[in-house]
């Protein structure tokens, strides 16, 4: 699904000498490094505040900590994501209020979102699905209209741009009161471990987060709140920094693979191509509104299992993100939820599959990924 390998080659000469540096340092925590990646991310993002941490679960988990939820505080997120979304907030004891997401998108449903709140909501979590944004602008005013908070779970679109109806053009993450993201290896930017970070443009809150993640310290040895430990390492921001001035081409040439997998499919009826919906109507390279974390086709009349089948023994991964929606995990299953309530949901999980999309892909490899899926349609 994804070449680490063929980018880490490109970028090696400016990679291992900082790694080098860091192990002749011996700063591996908190050191130089970290400070660097984290203003170089916040003039990248045009955020007031990064705040590094160890992984995108952390990042969320922390976020809603700093934002002072408690147990018995519901918060909204959509059923249709990866579990990390709503694993923090069960585990925080706060409720979990999972609704159903759009059929063009697969982002948060607006009109979902507004019958799920009760008096007890405090916050929504908008996940910026496959890499791109949400409806931050409605969510935003709903979220005003009711004091509720914004985590912006954007895990999967760093670099991807909002672009309000007024044309103005914002960060992914960077728009409700806190975003959270992963560097995760596979992300659209990934580290060679685990990784995250979270930002704000709330100098309180930023203040109180960077004392979360390091046990509730704001003074040495003080400690003010229950915080945790979560940091990210030295060496880690050694390849994050070389590698965040590469962000912004890493996602067009996701977005150029893209563009070439849709002309492939375009008059291929049983097969949905993904819809961008904020921004432009297509793929364009002004606008940045996806960054393509996935491709992600629907497909319809078609059996999915034999599909996956096929391309395996042709040498093709590919994957299913995500074949069981949050509320039917054992886990996460409430009596509060009503099926009628996730009809998107229950069908897209049969419907969906996500074919390799990284910025190595070459029009050849292309070509055959696309021409194997069309022969095995047309039989
Ligand atoms: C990857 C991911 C996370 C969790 O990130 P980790 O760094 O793996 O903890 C959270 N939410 C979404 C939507 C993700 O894709």
Redesign the pocket.
Known sequence: MVDLKGQYNDIKDIVNPSIQEVIETTAFVNGPKVHKFQENLEKYLGVKHVIPCA????A?QIAMMGLGLKPGDEVITVDF??A??VEVIALLQLTPVLVDVNEDDFNININALKKAITPKTKAIVP?H?FGQCANMEVIMEIAKANNLFVIE?N??AIGANYTYSNGTKVKAGTIGNVGAT???PS?NLGCYG?G?AIFTNDDKLAHTIRGIVNHGMYERYHHDVVGVNSRLDSIQAAVLDAKLPHLDNYNKARQNAARKYNSAFKDIEKIQTPKTVNGCDGICDTCDCHVFHQYTLRIKDIDRNALVKHLNEKGIPCGVYYPIPLHKQKAYVDERYNEEDFKVTNQLVKDVISLPMHTELDDEQIEYITSTIIKFING
Not at 55 to 58: A, C, K, S
């Open positions: 992984n995108g679960t952390d969320l994501t990866f990390a979304t996940v699905l779970d895990a999967q992963s560097f995760f992300k685990d995250g």
